[in-house]
Every structure is written in C-alpha cells, then in structure tokens.
C-alpha cells in the first residue's frame, strides 16, 4: 500500500495500472469506498472504459459494497469476453443456477454427487 501511495505523490501516478494497484491495496485493507473512488477515476482517465482489469475491479468492489454489478458484467463481456473472470462468472452461473434447475425438472435431487468436473479456465 505504502508504495502505491509514493507513487501516487509522482506527476504522472494517473496510470490506469497505478490507481488499479492502488484500489486493489484499498479494497484488500477494507476501505471499499476509497478503492471505489480510484477505479471511478481511472474510468474518467480511460475514456473508452475498455480496461478489463479495472472492470473486474469495480466488479468485486461492487460486490463488497452491495451495488449491482449487471452494467459492469455487460461492459467486461463487451471488451474481454475470454477474461478469466469473466468465464468463471459464466461457470458459477451454470453451475448454481442452471444446473440445479434443470436437475429439479429432470427430477435428480442432490446432484452435487452426480457432477464432478474439472473446469480449465484457459483453454
């Protein structure tokens, strides 16, 4: 945290990959609002809102914050739909929600015991 706030004395700090550091040191010290209030900048700064990096990051801070995320979601689908963030998201979602439902119409009930897989994220 300390290093990013020495950078963040420089001139040219406003990088989008210094106020990500420095959102994610905030948001892994707790203070969400702060590393919110970084990510918002580096929006601002990055006109095009094409970082896949700071998307995910204002995903999970939006997460811990209690703010809808479904924007956020569709921008980062739009940029990088292979980002690996993006693709567990999908796999969660097929894994909490569409399986168990079409597991229940099909009538399979505790299908944890049926479904093992090994998911590989990057291929």
């Not at 707790?30 to 700064?45: F, I």
Request: some cysteine.
């Amino acid at each position: 945290y300390y290093i990013y706030e020495e950078i963040a004395q420089s001139p040219s700090s406003n990088t989008v990959k210094v106020l990500n550091g420095q959102a994610v040191c905030n948001i892994h010290l707790g203070r969400y609002p702060e590393a919110e209030n970084l990510l918002l900048r580096v929006e601002a700064l990055n006109k095009s809102k094409s970082d896949p990096d700071t998307l995910v990051n204002l995903i999970v801070v939006s997460n811990l914050i209690g703010k809808p995320t479904e924007v956020v979601n569709r921008q980062l689908k739009e940029v990088a739909p292979n980002h690996v963030f993006y693709k567990t998201l999908i796999l969660k979602r097929v894994y909490l929600v569409v399986l168990p439902e079409i597991c229940s119409r099909i009538g399979i009930h505790g299908y944890l015991n049926y479904f093992a897989f090994d998911v590989n994220l990057n291929g």
